[in-house]
């Protein structure tokens, strides 16, 4: 776009008038100074959780304008990973209580993992029903699967919870995941929009040279949708890591507990006086690292599945 | 969309009378039942049971402790003299008019900002990041950045002589506080649902528009936003229907408070639930929460099917 406009540029000077080509100009330099204060907007909060985590918690209400690190210290890393004694911790404005930081970020990997694979891998299957096979009833199972998506989460939420509480299942990891990994609406319709759109031939030859369904599921369709499929575990599991509410409801003592859950309890944790912030945005940063990882990794296709998400 | 009703039409008018395909049609049931087998059971016993399940909670008294006592409509009677519930719809009601206000018009002014200036993936995945993190630090960070002593935009205030201010301890700031804090987390996302929509949008209306002499604001207001209607009703469907279900933020910074200034209806739920035990009230709640969003739904609806676009 900017190599068009400044071809055009000269040619405008020797055509017509050379005042719309300057106002234009002008514009596009005040829609920049717009979308880079946006950008700063976005990105400011994300430092400043960098900044205050790099920062000695006794020092920083001395430094609260300072834009860098209070007394730059790893401190808060330390009392994270439980690598501060009681002593250190408290000397930079730590609580020196114990944190099982470690058994939250793997059950939270747990929890994330489980969830990504059984939910793509099962929908990935229905949705191999709902768009290459003939059976009937086809269509109609589809729709009722699809209503599921009218009833607002809170609504199964409460019953989903008196069942997992009947199971016996509360306070395990098996009681968060169980209710996310065997499908969601979404799911086997993103997949089934992909798998409509595969050529009928390259199945049929299959067919012919005596594969049967769950051979050409795997050898067949499953290869050809590796793009979608990806997308699909990379959208799953961010909001699997991400989840709160479930968790929080499942999960109320220290073995069971994911990372968005124990960040909760940190921060009601805190006693009287000034939180322990350093500390907690140590925290909030490693939760949040996985995700800024694979943004880093993948942001393309994130960016790209989110709009093909909203034309679908 | 057009995608998807062409393939569909082209599964069903394809070569479904051969005998050989009939043949296979015959040979599809048994399969197709074994790849939907997950899914189904995901679906039967985590969305259609409790969605039944939920419906007759709502009509018992139930403690979690012991079971389910039926009362008829016992609850429903309750609620309607139930001045915190009214009060929590209220706040929501607020919460969703500023969320989704701001949001919109923010997202829009950056999708169209990004539509004329630039392709770069990076600057839209940079809009985008907020959305990847989890509610629960998205809350810590700016629970921090907003905290009434040493928070940095207190700060930055200060220069410009604005008073310190108790974003989330002031009954009045509270709720615009937090719808503000989830547009920043939402409004790259929802930007880059309606940057998709623009693209969309033929690039020689643009030329045509130009060449007619139209300003750069004549043409949004004549043409980007009619062309794009149908999108922005269709990201209003996905964004409502989420706010109204506000949790994470508030379960994390206000819990509720000060008084009941920030007591949103889903907050409201999971107290009556799991801090009072009164889990068929709870139910009840989540019953009147279904219908308002049904009823959201269905008005909604309406206009999207009011709202085809000018293009066709």
Redesign the interface.
Known sequence: MATTLKTTTPSAHTATAPAPGRQISWGRVAAWAVMIAIILITIFPFYWMLRTALSNGKSLPAHSSSFLPADFTWGPFKRVFGLASVAEAQAEGGSGANINFWLYLRNSVIVATVITAGQVFFSCMAAYAFARLRWPGRNLVFGLFLTALMVPPIFTTLPNFVLIRQLGLLNTLTGIVLPFVFMTPFAIFFMRQFFLGISREIEEAARIDGAGHIRIFFRVIVPMAAAPITTLAILTYISAWNEYFWPLLVATDDNARVLTVALGVFRSQTPQGTPDWPGLMAATLVAALPMLLLFVAFGKKIVNSIQFSGIK | ?Q??TQ??TL?RA???KTGRARR??RG??I???L??L??????L???????V??FY?SLTDYS?FGLPKFVGLKNFQQLVHDKVLINALWVTLEYVVINIGVQTVVAL??AV??H????S??????????Y???????A??????L?S??G?VN?ILGWFGISPEAWFGNSALVIPTVALVNV?KHM??TA??????L??IPKTVYEAAAVDGSS?WRTFWRITIPLLRP?LV??LIMTV?GS??V??TV??TSKGGPGNASRVI?YY??EQ??SRSH?GY??AL??V??VI??VV?IIQMRVLRGGESDLD
Not at chain 2, 38 to 43: C, E, K, M, S, V
Not at chain 2, 116 to 119: I, V
Not at chain 2, 140 to 145: E, Q, S
Request: aromatic fraction near 14%; hydrophobic fraction near 65%; charged fraction near 10%.
């Open positions: 969309m995608a998807t393939a569909e599964q394809g070569p479904a296979l049609a599809d049931v399969p197709a039942l790849f939907i997950p899914a189904t059971i995901g679906f016993v985590f969305y259609l049971w409790p969605t399940r939920g909670l979690l002014g950056i900002l990004m004329r200036l630039t392709e993936t990076t600057i839209r995945g940079a809009v985008l990041l907020p990847l993190v989890a509610n629960v630090v998205v810590l960070v700016w629970l921090w950045m905290d002593q040493l940095i700060v920043w790259g996302y880059l649902l309606i940057f998709a929509g693209q969309t750069e999108v269709l990201v229907i109204f279900q949790f994470d379960a994390v889903q739920i999971y639930a799991f889990f709870a139910s989540s019953v929460l279904f969003l049904a739904a």
